[in-house]
C-alpha cells in the first residue's frame, strides 16, 4: 500500500523561505522509472505542478518557479524535501507530493493529504 | 506550455442522469492525458489515464475518451457520492499541466 505525507510550516512570512518534507511508503524512490512530484493548489484554484525527483535523481521544474524551488530526496529514509524561497501571500496553498509511477507514465497514481501553506506577516 | 481548457465550469446534474465534461488541449497531447477526482478537503485521486484507462476500483459508470487534444470524461448514471472537482492533466509534455476543473453539482 503507497501511502504519502506532507510535513511542514502552516505559517511563513513572506520572504522566508519554505521546507516541506514528503515522508512516504510502500514503494522505493530507488526503483528505476519511479518519481516524486510536488503539486500546489491555492485556495479555491486549480492545481499547479512545481516540481519533480526521479529514481536517478533527475529533476524538473515549473519554468515559472524554476528560480525559487530545489527538490532533493533521501532514498534511505523513503523522503523527498522541496524549498521554495522567498514566499508570497500568493504562494498561499495547499502542497501536495504524489507518487508517479514510471518514467514514461506522467500522472501521478497516489497523492498525499496535503498541507495548508499560509503565507502572511 | 500546454494549456488545458476544462467545460463547463460547474456542470449541474440531477442523480441518475448523464454527466459529461469536456478538456482540450491547446497542442496535440496524444493519449497522454488523466482524469482525478477531488472532494472538498480531500487530494486529488486519480480515475482516469491513457485517455481511457479506468484506475482499479473507479466504476464502470465512469469513461474517457479522446485522443489529441479533445477529450471527455463521461459519468453515465451520476451517483451521490461523484458529486465533487473533476480535473483533466496532460503528461505528453514534460511539463505536466491540469485543466481548471470542472464542479459537478447537484442540480
Known amino acids: 500500500q503507497i501511502t504519502l505525507k506532507e510535513s511542514g510550516p502552516t505559517l511563513v512570512k513572506p520572504t522566508q523561505t519554505l521546507t516541506l518534507t514528503c515522508t512516504f511508503s510502500?514503494?522505493?524512490?530507488?526503483?528505476?522509472?519511479?518519481?516524486v512530484g510536488w503539486i500546489r493548489q491555492p485556495p479555491e484554484k486549480a492545481l499547479e505542478w512545481l516540481a519533480l525527483i526521479y529514481w536517478d535523481d533527475d529533476k524538473l521544474y515549473s519554468p515559472s518557479l524554476k528560480s525559487r524551488l530545489t527538490i532533493t530526496k533521501d532514498t534511505s529514509k523513503n523522503q523527498v524535501v522541496l524549498t521554495m524561497a522567498n514566499m508570497d501571500p500568493v504562494d498561499t496553498a495547499t502542497y501536495y507530493c504524489?507518487?508517479?509511477?514510471?518514467?514514461?507514465?506522467?500522472?501521478?497514481?497516489?497523492w498525499g493529504q496535503g498541507t495548508l501553506v499560509t503565507v502572511s506577516s | 506550455e500546454i494549456v488545458m481548457t476544462q467545460s463547463p465550469a460547474t456542470l449541474s446534474v440531477s442523480p441518475g442522469e448523464r454527466a459529461t465534461l469536456s478538456c482540450r488541449a491547446s497542442q496535440s497531447v496524444n493519449s497522454n492525458l488523466a482524469w482525478y477526482q477531488q472532494k472538498p478537503g480531500q487530494a486529488p485521486r486519480l480515475f482516469i489515464y491513457g485517455a481511457s484507462t479506468r484506475v482499479t476500483g473507479v466504476p464502470a459508470r465512469f469513461s474517457g475518451s479522446g485522443s489529441g487534444t479533445e477529450f471527455t470524461l463521461t459519468i453515465s448514471s451520476l451517483q451521490s457520492e461523484d458529486f465533487a472537482f473533476y480535473y483533466c492533466?496532460?503528461?505528453?509534455?514534460?511539463?505536466?499541466?491540469f485543466g481548471q476543473g470542472t464542479k459537478v453539482e447537484i442540480k
Open positions: 504524489a507518487h508517479r509511477p514510471n518514467f514514461w507514465s506522467g500522472y501521478y497514481s497516489y
Open positions: 510502500g514503494f522505493s524512490l530507488s526503483t528505476s522509472g519511479v518519481g
Open positions: 492533466q496532460q503528461y505528453n509534455n514534460w511539463l505536466a499541466t
